[in-house]
């Protein structure tokens, strides 16, 4: 599985970014797909995610703001970023789970940096 990301880049505080992640190859029709940010020195955390099915969960930073969107014919999610702030400066991460047989099949992207700034 090879997920690829786009849309990263510099956006002022206030401002609106679009994230993009793309799946190809060999997946399990129902699976989870989310987006993940990392800072230097901290663990990687969600941010928001949706299931095949159209579940979403967002971290509380990301909720009011942050719009997850999946279009499942294309593999492809979408992060709506809106009225971001300083604190949302963080290389993104896509990623695609699923279950297989009692374990969980976990892949990741190569990570896209989003930075607010004026």
């Known amino acids: 599985v090879q997920l690829q990301a786009s849309g990263g880049g510099l956006v002022q505080p206030g401002g609106s970014l679009r994230l993009s992640c793309a799946a190809s190859g060999s997946m399990s029709s129902t699976n989870t797909m989310g987006w993940y940010r990392q800072t230097p020195g901290k663990l990687r955390e969600l941010v928001a995610d949706?299931?095949?099915?159209?579940?979403?969960k967002y971290a509380d930073s990301a909720k009011d703001r942050f719009t997850i969107s999946r279009d499942n014919a294309k593999n492809t999610i979408y992060l709506q970023m809106n009225s971001v702030k300083p604190e949302d400066t963080a290389v993104y991460y896509c990623?695609?789970?699923?279950?297989?047989?009692?374990?969980?099949?976990?892949?990741w992207g190569r990570g896209t940096l989003v930075t607010v700034s004026s």
């Open positions: 990623n695609i789970n699923w279950r297989l047989f009692g374990t969980i099949r976990n892949f």
């Open positions: 949706v299931t095949s099915g159209g579940s979403t």
